[in-house]
């Protein structure tokens, strides 16, 4: 099993800016990838930024050139650090853990509101 605690939400203006953390723990081996997912009231869970076991990153339309995804493999920890902030962004922010064998573990989820 695989745990991960987000934290790093909050609310923020619109145009401000935040860095959601996301810590693995339990059986960490075979990794393939983590990600930050979001999902808005209403809507399906979407992509919103990925990082791959090399370090390859991939991100949502969306979201390209205000969010970036990093990672530090000693803390077993994932970031993404949120600027320019919009009100669109307001969701559910979850982070997964994805095993090269396709196992996916997700998060609990770290609201994000964005008040314009």
């Known amino acids: 099993q695989v745990q991960l605690v987000e934290s790093g939400g909050g609310l923020v203006q619109a145009g401000g800016s935040l860095r959601l953390s996301c810590a693995a723990s339990?059986?960490?081996?075979?990794?393939?990838?983590m990600g930050w997912y979001r999902q808005a009231p209403g809507k399906q869970r979407e992509l919103v930024a990925t990082?791959?076991?090399?370090?390859?990153?991939n991100y949502a339309d969306s979201v390209k050139g205000r969010f970036t995804i990093s990672r530090d493999n000693a803390k077993n920890t994932v970031y993404l650090q949120m600027n320019s902030l919009k009100p669109e962004d307001t969701a559910v922010y979850y982070c997964?853990?994805?095993?090269?064998?396709?196992?996916?573990?997700w998060g609990q989820g770290t609201q994000v509101a964005v008040s314009s």
């Open positions: 990082i791959t076991r090399g370090g390859s990153t």
């Open positions: 339990g059986t960490i081996f075979s990794f393939n990838a």
């Open positions: 997964n853990y994805e095993r090269l064998s396709g196992l996916v573990y």
